[in-house]
């Protein structure tokens, strides 16, 4: 926990931090206070350093200097020259420094935001701390917009939070703060190289010693957990484990519905490698009594419906004597794993169709004739709706709430002080800023931020988090992420064959059966489950009332939702259940007064 408060108005820039507590910093115009088992605090006369995580250096000689001198040696460093400093380190981390003398402060998170800050800028007054609920601003009050953004993404992305006028920090990203102003700096973007052709052999070797030393780098000899869903990631990170000789257990999650249960392969990796495996088939009654501690456990919103298996799998582990855990997100996201990029290149194709050819005749005759309403050609009209559709703009056709209509789903007067197109602006900024040409690595950039950043590491960190452990994610090493960058496109996406490269390479590593597995995850039978349980159906019933009653939901919209929607589809509405009721577990936990 990192939180406080600087008033530029009436920082005492003559004062200095030797003799201070720096758990507890109360100095005029200045009140920081921080956990001093997470975060290490060090202190040069007028300046402070708070370091959470535990980074490595990619600048060797900045390495060498701590190694010798301590942290305290290179505050300075830090303090005149943040963007040259930050980049000289890699893994998990999130600094704040302080210069009494110069009255400035700093912010920094890592590439993927896993120690992150939220911050309030209120006149010459900065508030700020690590979790949104904990930024001691001078006001605060749930914001509508956040609210939207949550139902929209299933998680509120920076820079946005819950709260109204309190940002977070975006992934690789610094703020520097002053008596005239607060800026926000991106220290680190990626930049895809993408060369046309490579030597495979050597490029599969590299990989593999990459993900090699990743694994090993974060071992001790102590037994450790492992995430195993049975997919290629999580099984590529247990069979290193394993290869490694360190004392390893794999624990998978298990449903028993069809279409969402992967324990199969889970087994198969296990038995593979040749490590300990805890399977767990998780129930209803599993989640009727974890659903209010996880969903309230999180410093805002989060609607992962992965995080209840990924809570059980931490707990499991925590409570075999482990403290630390292995999770094999990234991946997909590095190597082009998730299906959507698949689906994404077929509608590129359109582009390569003629001009003359789409205008005077495709659509023409397909989208405004009766032709266009016969069973086949209402399937090529959808495709060329959604090819002359631009990304990211495209993306918000799937969207669930666009798909439901939002004033169906919304109240007129929630609406009316929201921007509902605020989402895609989001994704458009990102989405034109990526250095990258290939469609592909276009798409893994815009993942990197909404799939990654805001939304499957918070959900492996929080849960984790809540039962008392540390992840690892190796397959996000800032080498391994950077030799990504460096793959030809087609070693992601050949053709439309998914993360071509990942499997080639590994594919006398893995079992064949995992290699040509589809993809599944963790994710949850929720919907069916609601229909046939009463704890679970007067939870979801009793949480997504407290959005009727805050004027988010409509009450007919809800009520057809249990009666006619869920009923008739419930892996497809079931999301939005689950969705509604983590954010009314939410909003009742940490906000009351607002109903």
Same mark, same amino acid.
Request: charged share 20%; no cysteine; aromatic share 10%.
């Given at each position: 926990m990192i939180r406080g408060f600087i008033d530029f108005d009436t920082l005492d820039r003559n004062q200095n931090f030797d003799r201070l507590d720096l758990r507890d910093i109360s100095l005029p115009g200045l009140q920081l206070q921080h956990d001093g088992t997470r975060v290490a605090a060090f202190a040069n006369g007028a300046q402070l350093m708070l370091l959470q995580g535990e980074p490595r250096f990619r600048d060797a000689a900045l390495g060498r200097r701590v190694a010798q001198d301590g942290w305290t040696a290179v505050i300075a460093q830090l303090c005149e020259a943040p963007d040259a400093f930050i980049a000289g380190l890699e893994g998990r981390f999130a600094l704040l420094w302080i210069d009494l003398a110069k009255g400035r402060l700093g912010l920094a998170s890592d590439r993927f935001n896993t120690y992150g800050f939220c911050y309030a800028s209120e006149g010459r007054r900065l508030s700020f701390a690590d979790k949104a609920n904990e930024v001691p601003a001078l006001r605060r009050e749930i914001d509508r917009q956040g609210v939207f953004d949550y139902l929209y993404f299933h998680a509120i992305p920076a820079p946005g939070t819950i709260f109204k006028d309190i940002f977070r920090l975006e992934p690789g990203s610094r703020l520097n703060a002053d008596k005239e102003r607060t800026q926000l700096v991106a220290w680190w973007q990626p930049r895809f190289e993408e060369p046309a052709s490579a030597d495979f052999a050597s490029s599969a070797?590299? =990989?593999?010693?990459? #993900?090699?030393?990743? *694994?090993?780098?974060?071992?001790?000899?102590? &037994?450790?957990?492992?995430?195993? &869903?049975?997919?290629?990631?999580?099984?590529?990170?247990?069979? $290193?484990? /394993?290869? &490694?000789?360190?004392? *390893?257990? /794999?624990? &998978? #999650?298990?449903?028993?519905?069809?279409?969402?249960?992967? $324990?199969? =392969? /889970?087994? #198969?990796?296990?038995?593979?490698?040749? *490590?300990?495996?805890?399977?767990y088939y998780i129930t209803s009654d599993d989640l009727v009594a974890n659903i209010p501690s996880v969903a309230t456990s999180y410093d805002q919103p989060f609607g992962n419906s992965s995080v209840l298996p990924a809570y059980l799998c931490a707990k499991l582990a925590h409570d075999d004597g482990h403290r630390k855990m292995f999770a094999g997100d990234g991946g997909d996201e590095l190597f082009g794993g998730n299906t959507r990029y698949a689906k994404q290149r077929v509608f590129g194709y359109y582009e390569n169709v003629p001009g003359l050819i789409k205008s005077a005749l495709l659509e023409p005759v397909i989208m405004q004739t009766p032709l266009g309403k016969l069973p086949l050609m209402r399937k090529a009209a959808s495709y060329i709706e959604q090819a002359t559709t631009p990304l990211p703009e495209r993306t918000a056709q799937y969207n669930l709430i666009y798909r439901l209509g939002m004033d169906n789903v919304f109240p007129k007067d929630f609406l009316a002080g929201v921007d509902t197109d605020a989402p895609v602006k989001l994704q458009r900024r990102v989405w034109q800023n990526t250095t990258a040409h290939a469609l592909v690595n276009k798409m893994l950039n815009f993942d990197w931020r909404f799939t990654l950043a805001d939304n499957d590491l918070p959900k492996v960190i929080g849960s984790t988090r809540l039962a008392g452990m540390n992840v690892i994610f190796p397959l996000l090493d800032d080498a391994l992420l950077d030799f990504s960058l460096q793959l030809p496109p087609e070693y992601k996406l050949k053709g439309l064959q998914l993360r071509w490269f990942f499997k080639e390479a590994l594919k006398d590593f893995l079992p064949p059966e995992i290699i040509t597995k589809k993809k599944q995850g963790f994710g949850l039978p929720y919907g069916h489950w609601v229909l046939k349980h009463k704890g679970l159906d007067k939870l979801a019933r009793e949480s997504l009332d407290v959005l009727v009653e805050r004027n988010i939901l409509r009450k007919d919209f809800v009520s057809e939702l249990f009666s006619t929607h869920l009923p008739a589809y419930p892996g497809y509405y079931g999301e939005m259940v689950w969705i509604s009721m983590m954010l009314g577990q939410w909003l009742d936990k940490h906000a009351p007064a607002s109903r």
């Open positions: 070797t590299t =990989f593999k010693t990459l #993900i090699k030393s990743a *694994v090993e780098r974060e071992l001790d000899g102590a &037994s450790v957990g492992a995430f195993l &869903s049975g997919g290629t990631d999580s099984s590529t990170v247990v069979g $290193m484990l /394993a290869k &490694s000789g360190n004392p *390893v257990t /794999a624990y &998978s #999650i298990g449903f028993e519905a069809e279409g969402y249960d992967e $324990m199969e =392969f /889970a087994k #198969i990796a296990a038995k593979h490698f040749g *490590v300990k495996h805890v399977p």
